[in-house]
Nanobody, 119 residues
């Protein structure tokens, strides 16, 4: 089963930028959905951005226009570029893969990477 490893988190000031990376252990070309979720303390995990194999993207309302999900199939890596960061973006960010479109498709999570936005 594919494994996902996130990196790129850290501490950044409001208005700053970070790029998260998610390296997969296997070919991501045909994975049905690749996505980023986040979970802030005391809150439920929420979808941030998702991408289909054909490049169709979907973003949460609060990050539209500030965040961008992308993929590099040659490197089996998914990215989340985060610009104009706000304190409310502080959370643990998780990479997620839904392998196929089947109802019982395997779903894989990374271990998470902490993003803290603070002055």
């Amino acid at each position: 089963q594919v494994q996902l490893v996130e990196s790129g988190g850290g501490l950044v000031e409001p208005g700053g930028s970070l790029r998260l990376s998610c390296a997969a252990s296997e070919n991501i070309r045909d994975i049905n959905v690749l996505a980023w979720y986040r979970q802030a303390p005391g809150k439920q995990r929420e979808l941030v951005a998702a991408m289909s194999p054909t490049g169709i993207t979907n973003y949460a309302d609060g990050v539209q226009g500030r965040f961008a999900i992308s993929r590099d199939n040659a490197k089996d890596t998914v990215y989340l570029q985060m610009n104009s960061l706000k304190p409310e973006d502080t959370a643990v960010y998780y990479c997620y893969a839904r392998i196929t479109s089947a109802v019982n498709s395997p779903r894989v999570w990374g271990q998470g990477t902490q993003v803290t936005v603070s002055s």
